[in-house]
């Protein structure tokens, strides 16, 4: 199934976009209700809150006064911590369970007031986080929960601040306008992505780009690697692996294909083989066939690799298992950091690569072209290896 995660600040909107969300189809788990059902009358949850905070977090009725208790915590970081500990295992497991009872083919939505928070970001395939000025968030809070301004600013400020949620998100959805343009933005979402990204998922099908197209340096790609990675550590823990951003889309500056390319540190290709599964449910599914990287000079053997890329139809991504001090897995590193530190032959690359994008539209044909002139730099990449004393 697809997980996502979805979240915002508070006033925000997120409820909005969870409800839309269902209406399209989406299983939703609400961490509020969860975290509600986790300290209900009776339950352990409770008693350890009353515990740790007394019974005057109880009302009349024996039940938790959540007004109470968020009185005591908002303004207390350790306080709020220790409610934390309390109840965000005991979520997680609820959670767990819910997820679990699922159908197979469901997009589940796990609305997360404080995912940014608790670091939950790389346990989903994709984070919505649903973005609105802080003047709209306080109006809302206002006029839909009479919250004084005073204690909406609290509030907002105890929570992460729209920076952080950014980094993040892979898709942020603003919410300043109208209702039916929050709705036609969700919808938009749902059928373009989050379907056709559980389809892929379930199947184990990557997202494959036939022709070429060169675009103009996105500032954004280390971020959108950074949270790639991310999920790839999350995968395969406990496995402590290098993970590097490779190819153009690491070099400020470059165009490139809209790809990112990802190298996946491994010590043998029977252990990439083995982290293979656990790639495809984080949402990095193998490429059918046998993958190798043409040698640097030209006339030795192969360099034997696994291929991975992205079920995401919005983000391709090329995700090379390298085994770690291999001639192809030094290569990667060793011309990246080559045209990083050296401008002018990143501007030669670059010229090349826009006349064989305009000659040679297809993907494959495009990547052979490029093979002669990679043949000759990689004779000054060595030479710029020995003389700075670049390691890997």
Known sequence: MLRVGLTGGIGS?????????????????????????????????????????????????????????GEL?????????????????????????????????????NDVPLLVEVGLAPTYHLVVVVQTAVATRLRRLDRD????????????????????????????????????????????????????????????RAVRAGRVTLVESDPTWPQQYARLAARIRHAIAPADLRVDHIGSTAMAGLAAKDVIDIQLSVPSLADADGLAERLADAGFPR?????WDNPRPAGSG??????????????????????????????????RDHLRADPDRRAAYLMLKRELAAAAPDSGAYATAKDPWFDEEYLRAQEWAEQTGWRP
């Open 145 to 204: 929960r009479g919250m004084s301004r005073a204690d909406a600013e609290r509030r907002i400020a105890a929570q992460a601040d729209d920076a952080r949620r950014a980094a993040v998100a892979d898709v942020l959805l603003p919410n300043d306008g109208t209702l039916a343009q929050l709705h036609a933005a969700v919808d938009e979402l749902w059928h373009d992505r989050l379907v056709p990204f559980e389809d892929n998922v379930r199947h184990r």
């Open 287 to 291: 490429l059918p066939g046998d993958w």
């Open 302 to 335: 192969r360099w034997e690799k696994r291929q991975h890329g992205n079920a995401d139809p919005a983000r391709p991504v090329h995700l090379h298992l390298r085994v770690t001090g291999s001639p192809g897995w030094r290569y990667a590193l060793l011309m």
């Open 13 to 69: 909107g997120k409820s909005a976009v969870a409800r839309r969300l269902v209406e399209r189809g989406a299983v939703l788990v609400d961490a509020d209700q969860v975290a509600r059902e986790v300290v209900a009358p009776g339950t352990a949850g409770l008693a350890e809150v009353v515990a740790a905070f007394s019974e005057q977090v109880l009302d009349a009725d024996g039940a938790l006064d959540r007004a109470a208790l």
């Open 73 to 109: 915590v908002f303004a207390d970081e350790a306080a709020r911590r220790r409610l934390e500990a309390i109840v965000h295992a005991r979520v997680r497991a609820r959670t767990a369970e819910l997820i679990a009872e699922a159908p197979a083919d469901a997009v589940v939505v």
